[in-house]
């Protein structure tokens, strides 16, 4: 963990991960009981003594209303609708055996967009973009963990989130004006890998109150796509497009579950992050004209430009979360579950920015039901949790001063979604 490095940000993050999960609002640091473990608290990995499987698929949509209310501007709104997300997600738990048997368990987790592995886009600053919805749910992610049995009632986990920065190495280019060709062009551009790590802690004082808490590095996506071209017997243009996108930022979670009775559990988390430390969504552009010729006219610094990247001023948050799961039957369960997230960005009534987020209220539910293979493939029964999810942001207004090329407008927004998973013990 001392070694940790940035990752990007994902829509586990957003959304969650897996509909049981989705369903309780994301109360799940203590009370994940499957391969979800991976992502909510992977010290949870040492409970399972079987292996399981799952492999789900969700799908969101965000209805969003953004409108001028005062000023002669016009409102450039083509990023005021975020487009639909949709993916798979699939993971395993693997108990080891032999000496370290119910001691140490291995989780893995995968979250795959199902129309790009990969989108960063950064909206010019005079056109209002939803910061979390637009493009974080478009991005591929891995999670990996180990959890280990310290005690019978207490567990460790550590794990990494892989993933990846578009990275350029530059592109070369080589023009000959007075010929008006290109002599020379080149690219050197990889996506290069970056962890994270994760970690959480269990503890179970008495079988029917589960403590966990659990900690993820701060998250974020860095582009830079460096660029020069030779413009023979004049001079050169370098530039270098950068940024950072995805970003989420250092969280720590608490929480506890408690089984009321045998069919009923209650999970409460509280979730802080540090978005205090959150960079610019914008793009950075720094241009660099240099020459023999343009510095026997004195022109060598006097067409550089570099674009202003201030700090975005966003506040650390405070998450609640609160889930219920109601077994009313050994093979059916229902579940529900909301939460309140503040949110991070600041009103927006300075030129430059216009990022679009607000207060968050969520509620949702959802039901999880088993039943025997009737191919008779599998021994142990098929576990189907299906989830519906809400998201209300509530209405904000951004009054910007008549000077500004932007109008004050007004927004809200309703984020709908689904979940589906298919989960099975071996």
């Not at 002599?183 to 004082?205: C, H, K, M, N, W």
Request: overall charge negative; glycine content about 10%; charged content about 15%.
């Amino acid at each position: 963990m001392l070694a940790g490095t940035g990752a990007a940000a994902n829509t586990m993050e957003t959304f969650g991960l897996g509909p049981r999960g989705a369903a309780m609002a994301g109360a799940q640091v203590a009370d994940a009981n499957d391969y979800t473990a991976v992502f909510y608290n992977p010290a949870m990995l040492a409970l399972r003594k079987d292996i399981n499987f799952g492999f789900g698929f969700s799908w969101h949509r965000a209805a969003t209303d953004v409108r001028r209310t005062a000023g002669n501007a016009e409102l450039d709104c083509k990023y005021c609708t975020p487009p639909d997300s949709a993916g798979f997600n699939l993971g395993l738990i693997f108990p080891l055996g032999g000496k370290v048997k119910n001691r140490v368990a291995l989780g893995l987790g995968v979250y795959l967009p199902s129309q790009r592995l990969l989108r960063t886009q950064a909206a010019d600053p005079n056109r209002p973009f939803w910061y979390l919805y637009n493009s974080s749910p478009e991005r591929i992610v891995l999670n990996a963990a180990a959890g280990v049995r310290i005690l019978d009632n207490l567990t460790l986990g550590l794990g990494v989130q892989a993933l990846a920065n578009l990275v350029g190495q530059g592109a070369t280019m080589q023009v000959d004006l007075f010929s008006k060709t290109v002599t020379q062009r080149e690219i050197d551009s990889t996506l290069a890998t970056r962890t994270g790590p994760v970690a959480g802690l269990y503890f179970a004082p008495v079988p029917s109150v589960r403590l966990g808490a659990s900690f993820r590095w701060e998250m974020a996506l860095l582009y830079e796509i460096p660029a020069t071209v030779d413009l023979q017997g004049i001079g050169s243009l370098a530039f270098t497009v950068s940024g950072t996108s995805h970003y989420t930022p250092h969280t720590f979670t608490l929480g506890g579950a408690w089984d009321v009775s045998p069919d009923v559990t209650v999970a409460l988390d509280g979730e802080y992050a540090m978005w205090s430390q959150a960079p610019s969504p914008y793009v950075n552009l720094v241009i660099d004209l240099s020459g023999d010729t343009l510095n026997a006219l004195g022109l060598a610094n006097a067409l550089d430009i570099n674009s202003p990247q201030g700090s975005p001023g966003f506040a650390d948050t405070l998450t609640g979360r609160l889930g219920v799961e109601y077994r009313l039957a050994p093979n059916f369960e229902v579940r529900a579950g909301a939460y309140y997230r503040p949110t991070p960005v600041p009103k927006q009534d300075v030129p430059f920015t216009n990022i679009l987020d607000a207060d968050a209220v969520g509620l949702n539910g959802g039901i999880g039901f088993s039943f025997a293979d009737p191919l008779e493939i599998f021994e142990a029964p098929v576990q189907i949790d299906l989830t519906a999810q809400g998201t209300f942001l509530l209405a904000r207004e951004a009054v910007k001063e008549s000077t500004d090329t932007v109008p004050s407008y007004g927004y809200s927004g309703t984020v709908y979604g689904l979940n589906a998973a298919v989960r099975y013990d071996f």
